[in-house]
């Protein structure tokens, strides 16, 4: 049985973050920059069926019976090997890495799981369909995020930009005109089970202003939807302005965020808002090619942990 290695993207959601959780269309592209990775060993010389987990980036090294029955990885594993049909688990190491910032709204549990599931269920000689990738990894992300609308993994296992809404078709976007992203992470971790959470109660204390919000955010990534398909992309910084505006209604926003976005349009950024959960985690700033290198240098300046530009395009 041969090594298998698996990576996949992390991702940004470009408009639409938390109304996506309440069935509003939300807009995500992957950022191929950075990825996590999963290299399956076979250990010939062990006892069939131990699984050895090695995950750096978190402190893990364990074997798979060691880790709570609802660990992520465990997690994946099993339901790898109920769904694949397989009848034995061969003895392996499992090394899990990722240059994707943690609990930063770049998808990297997401990333983690698809990466895992592809390698591992290569590894018994059963790969899945994307479609059992994708649903695989929302099992996880349910058990990690509570709620989770279900655009990270769908994203992330595609690694194409999508127009989703929860219970309808995948779309996917063709970008025809490159839209080019400073993306700045703050370096401060977040939740987002937590700011998922936080929102909810929200919505409970007050049903109605909150849905007029998420309608207003749902309207915003249509108009985005039409403008990138019809090549115009500069046109959606006013729109991504009006995003964050929205954003900080729901209360997902944060003092740093709010000034890293004022410090992007102050630099000659086209549009800047929140992505992901909110809080913490990073910022993106849409650009024009005369403007990325002063919007990054002042980001960095301002105080991001790590700022790096992206080019989106379909191929
Ligand atoms: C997280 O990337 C996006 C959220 O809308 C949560 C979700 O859709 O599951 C905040």
């Known amino acids: 049985m041969p090594a298998v290695t698996a990576t996949a993207p992390g991702k940004i959601i470009l408009f639409g973050e938390h109304a996506v959780v309440y ?15 999963a290299v399956v060993n076979p250990e010939p010389a062990a006892e069939t069926g131990r699984v050895t987990i090695q995950a750096p980036d978190i402190g893990l090294s364990a074997t798979m019976d060691q880790l709570p029955q609802n660990h992520p990885i465990r997690f994946v594993v099993e339901r790898v090997v109920s769904v694949s049909g397989a009848s034995r688990l061969p003895a392996c190491t499992i090394r899990v890495t990722s240059s994707i910032p943690f609990s930063s709204g770049m998808g990297s549990s997401a990333a983690v799981s698809v990466a895992l599931i592809r390698a591992f269920s290569g590894f018994l000689g059963r790969p899945l369909s994307d479609e059992l990738v994708s649903d695989l990894a929302f099992e996880v992300e349910k058990i990690q995020h509570g709620t989770p609308s279900g655009i990270d993994n769908t994203v992330i296992t595609y690694a194409v930009p999508v127009f989703y809404q929860k219970g309808s078709q995948i779309e996917r976007l063709k970008i025809n005109s490159a839209i080019t992203l400073v993306i700045a992470d703050s370096g401060l971790t977040s939740s987002t089970a937590e700011t998922v959470a936080d929102v909810r109660r929200g919505w409970e204390g007050d049903a109605a202003r909150y849905e007029e919000l998420f309608d207003q955010i749902g309207d915003i990534s249509r108009k985005a939807r039409d403008i990138i398909i019809s090549g115009n992309p500069g046109s959606l910084g006013s729109l991504m302005n009006q995003n964050q505006t929205l954003l900080k209604k729901i209360g997902v926003s944060s003092e740093t965020l709010d000034s890293f ?8 950024a086209l549009g800047a808002k929140l992505s992901g959960g909110g809080r913490g985690g990073n910022i993106i700033a849409l650009v024009s090619e005369d403007s990325t290198t002063f919007v990054a240098d ?15 395009l379909s191929n």
């Open 23 to 37: 069935g509003r269309p939300a807009i995500a592209v992957p950022v191929n920059q950075v990825r996590s990775r």
């Open 298 to 312: 002042a980001l960095k300046k301002a105080g991001a942990e790590r700022v790096f530009t992206t080019r989106i």
């Open 261 to 268: 976005v004022e410090t992007a349009m102050a630099s000659g």
